[in-house]
């Protein structure tokens, strides 16, 4: 849609999907490459992000 917006659209709207692109780009760049090195930086393992198992006690005793 961006892509569109930028090719397609006018002289107006050119500026603003620009603004878009750049800030769509660098939020994946960002999301992929910056993020991934700092969970690894910060040894961040996959068993530390799942949720902890419950006792049957413990679900038993919910409401």
């Keep these: 849609v961006l892509l569109a ?3 397609l659209g006018g002289e ?3 500026s603003f999907a620009l603004a878009l692109l ?3 780009v ?3 760049y960002s999301s992929i ?3 991934s090195s700092m ?3 910060l040894g961040i393992s996959k ?3 799942l949720p902890s198992e419950k006792e049957e006690k ?3 005793a919910r409401p």
């Design 39 to 41: 969970i690894l930086a």
């Design 58 to 60: 413990e679900m038993d």
């Design 5 to 7: 917006l930028f090719f």
């Design 26 to 28: 660098i939020g994946t």
């Design 22 to 24: 750049i800030g769509v």
């Design 12 to 14: 107006i709207i050119h």
């Design 47 to 49: 068993e530390d992000l």
């Design 33 to 35: 490459y910056v993020a």
